[in-house]
């Protein structure tokens, strides 16, 4: 069976202190807002950002690809699990839920 054919990636993972979720942006800089996170469409510099990624355990943790499609205000979730995970906690409005303008 042939390799699967790589598709847009963003990094993401959590954020060390407050439990976040947060993706990686083309400054390397993390952001808890989807549409600023680098849209990876190759392979090979998407696993270079994610060993980036993984060099900063003092800033967040679980750092991992998620597959994305490109939209029109950037990287856009194609699994119901990172559609979920975006919008922050579920049980009470904190968080990210406390601004939906990014959402």
């Known amino acids: 069976?042939?390799?699967?054919?790589f598709?847009?990636?963003?990094?993401?993972?959590?954020?060390?202190?407050?439990g976040d979720v947060v993706y990686l942006a083309e400054d390397g800089s993390w952001t808890r807002?989807?549409?600023?996170?680098?849209?990876?469409?190759?392979?090979?510099h998407a696993k270079a950002r994610?060993?980036?990624?993984?060099?900063?355990?003092?800033?967040?943790?679980?750092?991992?690809?998620t597959d994305m499609k490109a939209g029109k205000n950037g990287p856009e979730p194609v699994h119901f699990r990172e559609?979920?995970?975006?919008t922050g906690p579920s049980n009470y409005a904190h968080g990210k839920q406390e601004d939906l303008q990014h959402v």
């Not at 069976?1 to 054919?5: A, G, Q, W």
């Open 83 to 86: 559609d979920f995970r975006r």
């Open 33 to 44: 807002i989807l549409s600023e996170a680098a849209l990876l469409t190759e392979e090979e």
């Open 50 to 65: 994610l060993a980036e990624a993984e060099t900063q355990p003092e800033k967040v943790v679980g750092a991992y690809l």
């Open 1 to 5: 069976m042939p390799p699967r054919p």
């Open 7 to 18: 598709t847009p990636k963003v990094v993401t993972a959590n954020d060390l202190l407050e």
